[in-house]
């Protein structure tokens, strides 16, 4: 159990999503309230935590009899979806480092404040999981706890640390320090957001391209990486 929470805890780092901050700092820049803030949190989370669930309930116990059956080396099926995978990374890769980063302008993010925009933004932030790698990885790790609970808790864990861009705002701004944590957050971005999105790239390619390698030994029946 241990180490299932601790594979969750590292995909939940792995699908960091700052874009739910992104869309709170939106909405404050427009006037939103306490109670439409809370909103967009609340919607974000339970999205992302109940289509997780019902998902790895059900999807992620049939993704685990799938891997065992196929994961042995040699398989061309298994071989050819590792492959496959590592293909889509390392595309996925070259195109964050060869594409030129465009300006937009200062109200590019902006959208409405009300309660109602705010839950249907969160609900959208909370499904945007869904192209995050990371999240299948949860459907398919937190699939295989039994006791319902403990998965529950999984998820809400992977939930919150994803998230937790959102969550550090959220709390800055009930505590009352909107302006501070605004500031902050735009000078770091402004300092450190192309190096970091420039580091992350290459990482990403590093990891494509041992995947692409891995699948590769596997097509033809050894193991590259035990």
């Known amino acids: 159990m241990g180490e299932a929470f601790a594979g969750i805890a590292g995909l939940g780092i792995a699908g960091f999503d700052p874009l739910g901050a992104l869309a709170l700092m939106a909405a404050m820049a427009l006037g939103a309230r306490r109670r439409a803030i809370a909103t967009l949190l609340v919607t974000t989370v339970a999205t992302i935590v109940v289509t997780g669930f019902v998902l790895s309930s059900t999807v992620g116990p049939w993704a685990i009899a799938q891997i065992h059956r196929l994961h042995d080396p040699g398989h061309?099926?298994?071989?050819?979806?590792?492959?496959?995978?590592?293909?889509?990374?390392?595309?996925?890769?070259?195109?964050?480092?060869?594409?030129?980063?465009?300006?937009?302008?200062?109200?590019?993010?902006?959208?409405?404040?009300?309660?109602?925009?705010?839950?249907?933004?969160?609900?959208?932030?909370?499904?945007?999981?869904?192209?995050?790698?990371?999240?299948?990885?949860?459907?398919?790790?937190?699939?295989?706890?039994?006791?319902?609970?403990?998965?529950?808790?999984?998820?809400?864990?992977?939930?919150?640390?994803?998230?937790?861009?959102?969550?550090?705002l959220s709390g800055a701004v009930f505590a009352g320090a909107f302006a501070p944590v605004h500031r902050f957050i735009t000078r770091v971005r402004q300092q450190w957001g192309a190096r970091a999105s420039r580091f992350a790239s290459w990482a990403l390619l590093v990891i494509a391209v041992i995947i692409c390698v891995e699948g590769a030994f596997e097509l033809h029946g050894h193991w590259w990486i035990p």
Do not use: E, N
């Open 76 to 168: 061309i099926v298994w071989g050819l979806i590792v492959l496959a995978a590592g293909v889509g990374l390392l595309a996925w890769a070259i195109v964050r480092l060869v594409r030129v980063p465009q300006p937009k302008p200062d109200d590019a993010t902006r959208s409405g404040h009300s309660v109602g925009m705010l839950a249907v933004i969160g609900i959208g932030v909370g499904l945007s999981a869904f192209i995050d790698p990371a999240f299948y990885g949860l459907l398919v790790v937190a699939g295989g706890i039994h006791s319902w609970p403990m998965r529950l808790g999984g998820i809400v864990l992977w939930a919150c640390l994803s998230q937790i861009a959102l969550l550090a």
